[in-house]
Every structure is written in structure tokens, then in C-alpha cells.
């Protein structure tokens, strides 16, 4: 059974930081593309980051140069580094492997006061 845990959101000021984790289990974690994906009130799941088994990464342009993803396969974990947080990255947070290809975890709320 596949499971996804989303963890390391929280309250901050806008320009503040956050780590974002996410573990999984239930499939081979290391040879499946993963990707962070968030959901504001009122809007669609959108793709923000991902990171393939060679590393290769992909960011949305309003999140390019302020966000890192990285993965730990040893951990079958991945992060999302936020930086110079806005208001408008505010949004559950959640993790899958590429396309979402398995069931949505809970997520974790990001909420960015301005």
C-alpha cells in the first residue's frame, strides 16, 4: 500500500523560509520521478517542483530561484526548500510521484502572511 506523509508547513511572515519533507512508502521509491504539488483555497492542484532518479529538476516559473527540491532515496524522503516566501505561495502542499500517480496524501498547509 502506497503511502505518502507531507510534513514541515506552518504559519510564516512573508520572506520567511520553510522545509518542507515528505516520505513514502509502498513502491520503489528511487526509480520514480517525485513531485511537490499545491492547492490553494478556490484553485486547482498545480505542479510546483519535481526531481527525477538522476536528479534533473523542474521548478513553475513563480517559484524559480526561491524553492529547492531534493530527494534522499536512503530516506525514500523528498524536500522542498522554500525561500523569500509570499503570501500567494499560501496553499496545502502535497507530494506524489509523477503524474500523480498514486493516491494524495494529507498535505501540509503553508500559510504566508504578508
Known amino acids: 500500500q502506497v503511502r505518502l506523509v507531507e510534513s514541515g508547513g506552518g504559519l510564516v511572515q512573508a520572506g520567511g523560509s520553510l522545509r518542507l519533507s515528505c516520505t513514502a512508502s509502498g513502491f520503489i521509491f528511487p526509480i520514480d520521478s517525485i513531485a511537490w504539488y499545491r492547492q490553494a483555497p478556490g484553485k486547482q492542484r498545480e505542479l510546483v517542483a519535481s526531481?527525477?532518479?538522476?536528479?534533473?529538476?523542474f521548478y513553475v516559473d513563480s517559484v524559480k530561484g526561491r524553492f529547492t527540491i531534493s530527494r534522499d532515496n536512503a530516506k525514500s524522503t523528498v524536500y522542498l526548500e522554500m525561500n523569500s516566501l509570499k503570501p500567494e505561495d499560501t496553499a496545502i502542499y502535497y507530494c506524489n510521484a509523477l503524474p500523480g500517480r498514486y493516491g494524495w496524501g494529507q498535505g501540509t498547509q503553508v500559510t504566508v502572511s504578508s
Open positions: 526531481i527525477t532518479q538522476y536528479r534533473s529538476t
